[in-house]
């Protein structure tokens, strides 16, 4: 598990720096500023469609077609490796729960780790279907039917914070908790 997570996370910082290197060269060739969150969260449709205008001569347009199958094989990174670290957590308070004869004392949190892992796949699947939209969007030349778009892309990052933090936090109290039984 740990190796896994770690080969996730090198390639979750390889493609988001990717990414930011593609957007650079874009940006130092053409003076332009390009932001992923005005398309992913534009607040309206009007604003989606005034964005999708903006960036519709062919070498704009092209870069962010470009950006957005980037985003997928960081995507398909980002939310395993939050997940297997969500596992991860889990796996420590069991290890701590074992250490100090405590059976079921991180009863809830474990439970709530699977939640949040499984939340990882809703979130890449919100992921996918948000790239799917907006790469249509850009191609037809409007965007089209916008329901429940910006919901599932702030549940995604909502998913995937909460998922971080919450195995992060868990993770760290393990540790600690290793650290006192040591002593």
């Not at 969007?137 to 919450?166: D, H, P, R, S, Y």
Request: glycine fraction near 4%; charge should be positive.
């Amino acid at each position: 598990m740990k190796s896994t997570f770690f080969i996730l996370l090198g390639l979750t910082i390889s493609s988001f720096g990717l990414m930011r290197y593609h957007q650079f060269q874009f940006e130092s060739e053409t003076g332009l500023k390009f932001n992923v969150m005005d398309f992913e969260l534009p607040g309206s449709e009007e604003r989606l469609n005034e964005l999708i205008a903006e960036w519709s001569e062919p070498e704009k347009k092209e870069f962010v077609l470009q950006q957005l199958k980037l985003d997928y094989f960081f995507m398909s990174s980002l939310f395993p490796s939050i997940l297997i670290f969500c596992f991860w957590a889990r796996q420590k308070l069991g290890i701590l729960e074992f250490k100090n004869q405590s059976p079921n004392k991180f009863r809830f949190t474990k439970n709530m780790l699977i939640v949040l892992a499984a939340l990882q796949v809703f979130a890449l699947i919100f992921d996918v279907s948000e790239n799917l939209r907006l790469t249509n969007w850009i191609q037809q030349g409007f965007a089209g039917n916008m329901v429940l778009f910006e919901t599932l892309v702030k549940l995604k990052f909502v998913f995937a914070i909460a998922g971080f933090l919450f195995s992060l936090f868990f993770f760290v109290y393990a540790m600690v908790g290793f650290r006192k039984i040591k002593t």
